[in-house]
């Protein structure tokens, strides 16, 4: 069963940066698509950015040159890295196969705010 644990969120103010990891049990990640995905309070979940097994990055415009998505597939992890936040960046991320395929795990909590 695949499981996955998203870290690395925090409070931080408009402007400033930070670096989301999710690592991802299970052999099978170096074969998936995987996606961060965001849901704000009130909102449905969206996927803001999804890395395919050959490198092709694709993300939602709102993020588009200011996130950045990653993996290592030797520490099965998968990492954002978000400069430039906004207050409208504000929810918990969390990550999984793109489109989705396993169970969520807890999501981390990102806060914009000054």
């Known amino acids: 069963q695949v499981q996955l644990v998203e870290s690395g969120g925090g409070l931080v103010q408009p402007g400033g940066s930070l670096r989301l990891s999710c690592v991802v049990s299970?052999?099978?990640?170096?074969?998936?698509?995987m996606g961060w995905y965001r849901q704000a309070p009130g909102k449905q979940r969206e996927l803001v950015a999804g890395?395919?097994?050959?490198?092709?990055?694709n993300y939602v415009d709102s993020v588009k040159g200011r996130f950045t998505i990653s993996r290592d597939n030797v520490k099965n992890t998968v990492y954002l890295q978000m400069n430039t936040l906004e207050p409208e960046d504000t929810a918990v991320y969390y990550c999984?196969?793109?489109?989705?395929?396993?169970?969520w795990g807890q999501g981390t909590q990102v806060t914009v705010s000054s």
């Open positions: 999984n196969a793109a489109p989705f395929r396993w169970a």
């Open positions: 890395l395919s097994s050959d490198g092709t990055r």
């Open positions: 299970g052999s099978i990640f170096r074969f998936y698509t």
